[in-house]
């Protein structure tokens, strides 16, 4: 007789009892086999399908359980990116594939100075990984080196290797400035070509082997290739594929991502500057989750071509005007929010939400600048890059929006206050966790003093030193 599973083999043997109690014998076909029983045998049907349908099912199992286990012997030696991707994100400080067979290219020889002093470095007093909120997004878990990898592990950003700078642009954070330093003054082996025909447009190839392909993804290297002023969300969910969309192939890279703040007093008003004199966003994405925003999750607050000439007051009491809290939620995993649906959570958990999502990219990002500390800005990206400025960055006293300030109402000024205070207590943080920075990498830096003191000089050489 012809099995097929366990559960037919069931059913025949109750039919084959139910046929034998009834006339004592049975002729069962199979196919072109016939298979007489006959009564008072020492034959028990029972017994003997229900034994032919265990064997059957045993031997299913095991095979189960042998395919399984060459699976995972294929998964565990070959990893591929999904595998090993799940792997790093359940465990944040597993080191990849990558990390550990990174190369040290440094000319550093600063781990070893005075470590008396550097035992209060030891312990990250702005960890979040408790917090399990605000993580990097899965798919870029694997690829995405912070500060804390690049000043701890055994590897750091080689520009002649597979790894780009990513500059996350706010917008009147003096991202600008900051954008021209990285193709005008950086001193690499391959300088950026910048082209007088398309403004604001450098291509910057890498040096060495690799000499086709780019290092840096930013407004003035590759231009608003995942959106203008695209934000942390946008950004990690495109970058990959565009840098292999733009050199034509597909490469494993490294992400250092990037970015500047801001007073959020200061950069609101400067905005606010900015929206009245005709200046939009309006071709700014908003992408999340395979989608832009809805008008109905973002109203337009201006019906117009430009918001030009609008009052401060306008300017504020729009609900989705995108300038309030803009820092925080440029840095935010906006996922976690349902993106820009706000009908999902109350407000409070948004907002605490968002804060601490911005918080911890922030102290996951390779490097961060304020906009009121230039040159603490300039040594903390040459520290952790291993890159040096051609140019000292500027200090600029007083901005418009300094000014402007001076002939507004206090109150006026505190309602702003209150209107982005996600930004006023990022920016708190952020003041923060940069001076925690410089004052680990200053006590590391056995040369801190010649270092600092020739920032942007061109003759100097910081080999000499060592």
């Known amino acids: 007789m012809r099995h097929k599973d366990c559960e037919v083999q069931t059913d025949e043997a109750e039919f084959l009892l139910q046929n034998v109690n009834r006339k004592g014998d049975l002729t069962a076909e199979g196919g072109d086999e016939k298979v007489e029983i006959q009564s008072g045998s020492w034959y028990n049907p029972r017994e003997t399908l229900m034994r032919k349908s265990g064997r059957k099912c045993i031997c299913m199992l095991i095979s189960l359980i042998i395919v399984g286990g060459a699976g995972f012997m294929f998964l565990a030696s070959y990893c ?8 790093t994100s359940l465990n944040p400080k597993a080191p990849t594939r990558q990390s550990q067979t990174k190369t040290l290219k440094t000319t550093r020889q600063s781990q070893t100075h005075n470590n008396n002093n550097n035992d209060i470095f030891n312990k990250d007093p702005f960890d979040f990984n408790i917090d399990g909120v605000g993580r990097p997004l899965p798919d870029v878990a694997r690829t995405f080196a912070s500060f804390a990898d690049v000043t701890s592990q055994d590897f750091q950003f080689d520009i002649e290797d597979h790894d780009v700078i990513v500059f996350l642009h706010i917008q009147k954070t003096g991202g600008t400035i900051f954008g021209k330093h990285l193709v005008d003054h950086l001193d690499v082996a391959r300088r950026c070509v910048c082209h007088r025909r398309v403004k604001k447009r450098c291509t910057c190839l890498r040096p060495g082997p690799h000499s086709d392909e780019r290092w840096l993804f930013s ?8 959106g203008l002023h695209a934000d942390w969300t946008e950004l990690t969910s495109c970058v990959d594929d565009m840098m292999d969309k733009i050199e034509g192939q597909e490469i494993k890279r490294r992400y250092f991502y990037i970015t500047i703040l801001r007073n959020p007093i200061h950069r609101f008003i400067s905005e606010f500057q900015h929206v009245r004199r005709g200046a939009t966003w309006k071709t700014t994405r908003l992408f999340c989750n395979g989608r832009s925003a809805t008008k109905k999750e973002m109203p337009p607050c ?10 401060l007051e306008e300017f504020m009491t729009c609900e989705s005007n995108l300038a309030i809290n803009r820092q925080t939620r440029m840095l935010a995993d906006l996922s976690l929010v349902q993106c820009y649906n706000k009908a999902m959570m109350s407000p409070e958990e948004r907002d605490n939400t968002l804060l601490l999502s911005a918080k911890n990219n922030l102290r996951k990002m390779a490097f961060f600048g304020l906009t009121e500390q230039q040159e603490v800005n300039q040594y903390l990206f040459e520290e952790t890059f291993n890159l040096k400025f051609k140019k000292r960055f500027l200090q600029y006293n ?9 002939d507004i109402d206090p109150k006026i000024l505190e309602r702003i206050r209150d209107l982005n205070r996600l930004d006023v207590e990022l920016y708190e943080y952020a003041h923060r966790l940069l001076r925690y920075r410089f004052e680990m990498l200053k006590a590391q830096d056995p040369h801190f003093e010649e270092h600092y003191e020739n920032m942007g000089n061109i003759n100097f050489s910081w080999e000499s030193l060592n």
């Open 80 to 87: 591929p990116d999904a595998v090993c991707m799940s792997l």
């Open 302 to 311: 201006y019906a117009t071509e430009t918001w030009e000439n609008v009052t």
């Open 398 to 406: 007083q901005t418009i929006s300094e000014t402007t300030l001076q």
């Open 219 to 226: 407004r003035h290297s590759t231009g608003w290739k995942c």
